[in-house]
């Protein structure tokens, strides 16, 4: 069983920064991708950003281009996020998501942990 535990997350002001950090419980390269996905109260979840585990490349959202950085630590099994100039739309439960390499590319989601940003 693929377990991904989240942390990082909580209350900041617009324009103030927070990292997630997502830790895997299998090598990140028996996965083919990893990634963040966020859903705000009364929205459907989207995608945030995600990685590729061969090669590194990386997608985000049109919301947080430019804004948000997905990376990872391969010897800790570890994928971050590090949100900077964040608004208050971007309050929303975030969920860690890797899609395992096997033959049903198997999803499996985090826990998710709260990001709330006012004032």
């Known amino acids: 069983q693929v377990q991904l535990v989240e942390s990082g997350g909580g209350l900041v002001q617009p324009g103030g920064s927070l990292r997630l950090s997502c830790a895997a419980s299998r090598n990140i390269f028996n996965f083919n991708a990893m990634g963040w996905y966020r859903q705000a109260p009364g929205k459907e979840r989207e995608l945030v950003a995600i990685i590729i585990s061969r090669g590194g490349a990386t997608n985000y959202g049109d919301s947080v281009k430019g804004r948000f950085t997905i990376s990872r630590e391969i010897a800790k099994n570890t994928v971050y996020l590090q949100m900077n100039s964040l608004k208050p739309e971007d309050t929303a439960v975030y969920y860690c998501?890797?899609?395992?390499?096997?033959?049903?590319?198997?999803?499996?989601w985090g826990q998710g942990t709260q990001v709330t940003v006012s004032s």
């Open positions: 998501n890797a899609v395992y390499s096997d033959s049903k590319s198997t999803t499996y």
